[in-house]
């Protein structure tokens, strides 16, 4: 939006980005694009038309390639395709880095330096102890000293283990995944025009040259389902129709007949990355014309129809559903549907990982191959069944074949849900609408895959939220955490001066700022200042943390008891934050003196200055407290206010509603409550469970039975006090303040089947957390049961959650 005078002429364009940050931090990522493009010029914020070509042409011997790996790309393909155009397939030495593997990479790499092969280091992020090795050994390798022809390429994740003076000294090149749930659908339909191609290949070149058409119709990008890398993996090859020798391809350049080679197999399958071949009765690796190649086992040497077969089967994999695609078959209409369906829900899943914690609280690598076996199972089961088998679709997909990597309950609850939207009897039927828009629809009777492909080649580029089952303001969600992250390493970029103790480190900045012609003065008086800027910052903090608080006294206050749990769970929290506060308080004296020159600057007391320039939460301090994604600055003032709420409990007696987020460790409260009721009632409390009521005011005296909690927000949803329920959102509210709930024990009790939703509380925005050594997750706390007059699946889809604490 434009500003209104005197502000427009006033204001440049930096100072604008300060006003976008201060008031509008979603539209920052935009207003840093078009300042950009302005400043330097259009070509710093366009992207930019790069290959592997283009990449070799900036290297050398002595100038490493590094591939920036991006979640869900490898550029190993790219590479190998590279190498086969520079005939240097046959001299590329291939490892992917992990445990025990450093010493024979260093082996690879002398002999390629004197032999002038190339050689490619995968995932240098796994292998972060022996990286400093490998900056050893290519600071040695120079223009004069390595063959003119050797080339190192590297790939690795932005890791702070990965050597700094190679990424500086490197080509370097970072390959972005397709985005857009149009892309995601081209990716799957597309895979079927390739499969067309090669049934084509097939049907048209007779034996033996068939495999041979068929490999060059398959192209590079296209993947061998998990199916038959399945059977591989386990020595178990498909069976199929016996054919003739003739259809074993021929001899090729010294391979014995039965050989068979698989392009694209996946990696873990073969330590070339790029071939896997069947011999019989042989096994392990060998070494053949300068390539490795990972060699399995056949059942049987004298059973060529079994490398025929296996041959079959990769081809008909790939082929056979644009066959049945385009049949009369009485199920070819409904595969149809549901693949066109089924297509986009893997897009959808993919797409919601981008929308962060809102999406899914664990970022998934699904892949590909997820889709291609979910395809591969939608055939069969429609051809085995007489009726649509939904509820086995759904469980396979949900609960296998994508439900097999979530590790999460919420996760695997969301992934159900948009399973059963998309593996449904209703997505069968024409002009079935997957949007209120009737955008994303099912096609006509009638149409076969051009049909499908023209469709999806017109869908627009850019997807609404509502698409994904999400609100609008998840937009909003997105863009701010995008700008945030591209503050974060624009921070991190910024130059540290060490915040030495002693004259020593004030003397060296000195001559240093004297030799470039700042004069002493300008050196030693920059590190002063950062000192005196860390002191006084250091100084302030300690003035505001709370000194530990007397336990003796609480103890004999709230002793022990029987029939009164929450004296237990005081003590115990009281002793929890004090532990925190003498940690704290602890290293910002220990830095003080450190700045006084009166102790050594350690790395630990050095990283807590570091984190106080940078107004963020010391590590040092962060281990010791509870889960929290503040700044520095609110992350104090919540410090004090947890405080202010033990010592109000302590002052006051126990109080009439609790302050949830001020708690250490809440789920000891809640097992607190559940304890208090179970002793009073004498029942176990193992069968108690907790039935929920959102109160229209906070009580000013304790509940008979159970507790009344307050202070969680809400994201995704609101509540809304005139219908009782939850609600959506207000345009641009992302997160809103949650009444006060009274937590009743309930012997026996069961969720509602209907007129709720099951609504996760968590302590912070990132949802995600780790089990504990007590059992418990550093950050899920408990499940409420919220009034609803929407289905539950549509907040589900919405992802709504409640939080003890935002990250303001």
Known sequence: ??????????????????????????????????????????????????????????????????????????????????????????????????????????????????????????????????????????????????????????????????????????????????????????????????????????????????WRHVQDAVKPECLVTEVLVRCLQKRHYPA??????????????????????????????????????????????????????????????????????????????????????????????????????????????????????????????????????????????????????????????????????????????????????????????????????????????????PDYLTYVRDLPINDPPQLFGLHPNADILCAQSAAYAGLEALQSLQPRTAAGGGGSGGGSGGGSGGGSGGGSGGGSGGGARQEEATMEAAAALLKQIPRPLDVRPIMDKYPVKYEESFNTVLVQEVVRFNKLLTTVIQSLEDLMR???????????????????????????????????????GAWVADLRARIGFLQTWVAQGIPAAFWISGFFFPQAFLTGTLQNYARKHVVSIDTIGFSFQVLKARPTGRPAEGCVIYGLFMEGARWSESEASVSESLPKELHTEMPAILLLPEPGHREAESGVYLCPVYKTLQRAGTLSTTGHSTNYVLAVELPSRRPQGHWIARGVALFCALDY
């Open 1 to 210: 939006e434009l500003l209104s005078e005197p502000w427009r002429s006033r204001l440049d364009g930096f100072q604008r980005l300060l006003l976008l940050r201060a008031l509008r931090p979603d539209k920052l990522t935009e207003g840093l694009q078009d300042w950009l493009s302005h400043a330097l010029g259009p070509q710093f914020v366009e992207p930019q038309a790069t290959d592997v070509a283009t990449m070799f042409k900036d290297a050398s011997p002595a100038i490493p390639l590094v591939f920036v790996l991006s979640t869900g790309t490898d550029p190993a393909q790219e590479l190998f395709s590279f190498a086969d155009k520079m005939r240097m397939s046959k001299r590329l030495g291939v490892i992917s880095l992990g445990q025990g593997q450093g010493p024979r990479a260093e082996r690879m790499l002398l002999q390629a330096v004197e032999e002038g092969s190339w050689v490619f280091f995968q995932n240098c992020h796994l292998a972060p102890s022996w990286m400093p090795r490998l900056e050893q050994l290519l600071e040695t390798v120079t223009e004069d000293t390595a063959h003119r022809d050797f080339r190192i390429w590297l790939t690795s994740t932005p890791s702070p283990a990965f050597p700094v003076s190679i990424l500086q000294a490197s080509s370097k090149m970072t390959v972005e995944p397709p985005r857009g749930v149009k892309t995601d659908y081209e990716i799957g339909i597309l895979s079927e025009d390739v499969a067309r191609k090669a049934a084509r290949a097939r049907r048209d070149y007779p034996a033996p040259h068939a």
């Open 240 to 449: 199929g129709n016996p054919s003739p020798k003739s259809e074993v391809p021929d001899t090729q350049r010294g391979r014995r007949q039965g050989h068979f080679v698989l392009p694209n197999v996946n990696v873990s399958l073969a330590r070339s990355s790029r071939y896997v071949v069947v011999r019989p009765r042989i096994s392990g690796t060998r070494r053949r014309r300068g390539k490795r190649f990972s060699v399995l086992n056949s059942p049987d040497p004298r059973d060529e129809e079994t490398v025929a077969n296996l041959q079959r089967a990769f081809a008909n994999q790939l082929g056979a559903f644009e066959e049945f695609f385009n049949s009369e078959h009485s199920k070819a209409l409904p595969f149809r549907r549901l693949a066109l369906s089924l297509m986009l829900f893997h897009a959808i899943v993919l797409e919601r990982r981008k929308f962060g914690a809102l999406g899914f609280n664990i970022p998934y690598e699904f892949t590909e191959g997820d889709l291609r076996i979910c395809l591969s199972q939608l055939r069969m089961f429609l051809l085995e069944y007489h009726d649509v088998p939904v509820k086995v679709m759904r469980y396979t997909a949900g609960q296998i074949n994508y439900g097999g990597r979530v590790t999460d309950d919420w996760d695997r609850r969301a992934i159900a849900h948009l399973v059963a939207q998309h593996y449904d009897l209703a997505v069968t039927q024409a002009g079935h609408r997957f949007d209120q828009d009737g955008v994303y629809k099912q096609l006509d009777d009638g149409a076969l895959l």
């Open 594 to 632: 450190a700045l006084r020159g009166l102790v050594v600057m350690s790395a630990v007391l050095e990283a807590v200055a570091d984190s106080l320039a940078a107004s963020a939460v010391p590590q040092l301090w962060a281990a010791k407290a509870y889960p929290s994604l503040k700044p520095l």
